[in-house]
């Protein structure tokens, strides 16, 4: 009974205790909400769209499991590409864009290509791609959290676009599907085109 | 003043106070956005009648002209807006791209009519060639995109669903009678080419 009647005593300071609940507070907290950041920032980025979204399904259309095997050179290209970001320029989105029209291109023309190039290609679009996303921002400016989001948001990207295609292409292997992802492959190049124009006549001035 | 006239006159004054500025056309919302782009390539005939040209003409030529055309079309046409956003001047200027769009739907038009069965590599640069023209002249009069993005997306959406209308109206070939249908439309393409040509339209 003198226990319960310390216990009793303890309970309002125990109930003094509890801080504010921070499930939700994005603010604060774990590295999360800083992966979630990274991973919005590279989503939200259309020259990393229009770079990524053609070299997955060129994996695709390249090969079944093309894009397994492109992402060791691409995940390694995303990783430089955060340490590369210090030398970056809004003016790296024109080579950026311009791999993405390569591997629409190549998507396109559907020859059976040797790994070495499009792993190459792989790459240096993942370290485009980080440097036109960082911004200039050099390597420890930011969260740790964000460059980890960055990276698996840049990643998720071909891995969709190839898991989308190369699901259709399983699904229906009729020849027309296969026509029908080289078209989508070269419609992606027309408006990585046409919006590399926009973004060059917003650098030069125009 | 009887009561109904002053209702009327009642009612239009607050009729008065609601109105707001008239906005018919100052293209407010839908400029430099998807909607914007998909529009762009759908409010001109001569475009319209280009882009289902290369469709029809390339359903009518079979594999692999049928996807040859339509993918070579928008990737060229993206080359001659290049060149028409940066502004860069080509021979001829405005006389050379309104006569070479002219003369995509009199040549499209022709080549469906009288089914013309041109190798490949030469159907792709004739498409080629008319791409620029088209591309430039919509490239040229371009809005200032406020979403470059979205509006390159609904510009090269538009202009594929038009060679698909193209190819679809193409597959009617297969019917008996399909033939004469296509054969007809190619001719209708090659009048309205004519008329842009003459000033008729």
């Not at chain 1, 997955?56 to 955060?82: D, H, K, N, Y």
């Not at chain 1, 891995?159 to 078209?183: H, N, Y």
């Not at chain 2, 782009?37 to 003409?57: C, K, T």
Request: hydrophobic share 60%.
């Amino acid at each position: 009974m003198k226990q319960l009647r310390r216990l009793g005593l303890l309970a309002p300071a125990f109930a003094l205790l509890p801080v504010a609940a921070e499930a939700h507070n994005f603010a604060k907290g774990t590295i999360f909400p800083q992966i979630i950041e990274g991973i919005g920032a590279s989503l939200n980025s259309p020259s990393g769209l229009l770079t990524l979204i053609p070299l997955g399904i060129m994996a695709s259309v390249w090969q079944t499991e093309g894009i397994l095997r492109l992402m060791p050179p691409l995940a390694a290209g995303l990783v430089a590409g955060i340490f590369l970001a210090l030398f970056g320029s809004p003016a790296y989105v024109v080579p950026s864009l311009s791999v993405g029209i390569i591997c629409a291109l190549l998507a396109v023309i559907a020859r059976p290509w040797p790994f070495a190039p499009l792993a190459g290609l792989a790459a240096v679009a993942g370290v485009l791609v980080n440097m036109v996303t960082l911004e200039g921002h050099g390597f420890g400016e930011l969260q740790f959290g964000i460059y980890i989001g960055i990276v698996l948001g840049a990643a998720a990207i071909p891995l969709i676009s190839a898991a989308v295609a190369r699901g259709a292409l399983q699904k229906v292997p009729a020849f027309w599907m296969r026509l029908a992802w080289r078209i989508i492959a070269s419609w992606s190049a027309a408006i990585a085109l046409m919006y590399m124009t926009f973004q060059l006549k917003a650098i030069v001035g125009g | 003043m009887s009561p109904n006239k002053s209702f009327r006159f009642l009612i239009f004054s607050v009729l008065m106070l609601a109105a707001t500025q008239s906005q018919a056309h100052i293209g407010q919302g839908a400029v430099g956005g998807f909607w914007s782009g998909f529009f762009h390539p759908l409010f001109g005939l001569d475009h319209i009648v280009a882009m289902v040209g290369v469709g029809l003409w390339g359903a009518f030529l079979g594999a692999p002209a049928i996807w040859l055309l339509p993918v070579t079309f928008p990737l060229v046409m993206s080359l001659g807006g290049m060149l028409g956003i940066m502004g860069l001047p080509i021979p001829g200027g405005e006389h050379t791209i309104e006569f070479g769009i002219a003369l995509s739907g009199i040549v499209l038009g022709a080549a469906v009519l009288f089914g013309i069965r041109a190798p490949n590599w030469i159907a792709a640069i004739i498409v080629g060639l008319f791409a620029i023209c088209h591309g430039y002249a919509h490239g040229a009069e371009m809005p200032g995109a406020a979403n470059a993005f979205s509006f390159a997306l609904g510009f090269v959406i538009a202009t594929g669903l038009l060679h698909m209308c193209g190819i679809a109206l193409g597959f009617l070939t297969l019917l008996p009678k399909g033939r004469y249908v296509v054969s007809g439309l190619g001719g209708v393409i090659c009048a309205i080419g004519g008329a842009f040509m003459f000033g008729y339209l």
